[in-house]
T-cell receptor, first 112, second 109 residues
Framework: KAGVTQTPRYLIKTRGQQVTLSCSPI?????VSWYQQTPGQGLQFLFE???????NKGNFPGRFSGRQFSNSRSEMNVSTLELGDSALYLC???????????FGEGSRLTVL | AQRVTQPEKLLSVFKGAPVELKCNYS??????LFWYVQYSRQRLQLLLR??SRESIKGFTADLNKGETSFHLKKPFAQEEDSAMYYC???????????FGAGTRLFVKA
């Protein structure tokens, strides 16, 4: 089985721009979670989707949004980028409630 | 509020020495607890979960509800154990897993 795939792997944006990141979960996995990883902060939970519904959201401003499609693929969007948004954004999928999270390699965003 | 605290950012031990990575959590109910590991140039992956009560790569972790801790232990560290370790909590029946800030373990030869 192919693992969780995230695109793009690297991107550079400037302040004020917006960005869209994509995540394809493992086939058969219907739950997708997004995390922001920064040095010293660990993984900060952004949101979790299941069957196209956002079931939980972390403490991030409204500039951060996401969605899930009928094929379980997910996207997250960050608008009006700030320097502090520079981070590695990780996507994880799971097959069932309470199951193991399978992570992608992440999308590294640099905001200049 | 749910919170996971890993007090050590960096832990350095000699090969063959015992190692303990600390994890404390804050949650009012009964959580599920996990340890995830990220080796150099690899994806973050599950190491073990408290429900399974198994030993993976020589590591064990015991849930202490009284002290709200879930420390990861290994009696004899190996160089290949050098990695970033994250403690994580998921509320039972919940939909999100929250992580601590992580501890980088460095095992010296």
């Amino acid at each position: 089985k192919a693992g969780v795939t995230q695109t793009p792997r690297y991107l550079i944006k400037t302040r004020g721009q917006q960005v869209t990141l994509s995540c394809s979960p493992i086939s058969g996995h219907r739950s997708v979670s997004w995390y922001q990883q920064t040095p010293g902060q660990g993984l900060q939970f952004l949101f979790e989707y299941f069957s196209e519904t956002q079931r939980n959201k972390g403490n991030f401003p409204g500039r951060f949004s996401g969605r899930q499609f009928s094929n379980s693929r997910s996207e997250m969007n960050v608008s009006t980028l700030e320097l502090g948004d520079s981070a590695l954004y990780l996507c994880a999928s799971t097959q069932r409630e309470g199951g193991e999270l399978f992570f992608g390699e992440g999308s590294r965003l640099t905001v200049l | 509020a749910q919170r996971v605290t890993q007090p050590e950012k960096l832990l350095s031990v000699f090969k063959g020495a015992p190692v303990e990575l600390k994890c404390n959590y804050s949650y009012s109910g009964s959580p599920e607890l996990f340890w995830y590991v990220q080796y150099s140039r690899q994806r973050l992956q599950l190491l073990l979960r408290h429900i399974s009560r198994e030993s993976i790569k020589g590591f064990t972790a015991d849930l202490n509800k009284g002290e709200t801790s879930f420390h990861l232990k290994k009696p004899f560290a190996q160089e290949e154990d050098s990695a970033m370790y994250y403690c994580a909590l998921r509320p039972t029946g919940g939909f999100k897993t929250i992580f601590g800030a992580g501890t980088r373990l460095f095992v010296k030869a």
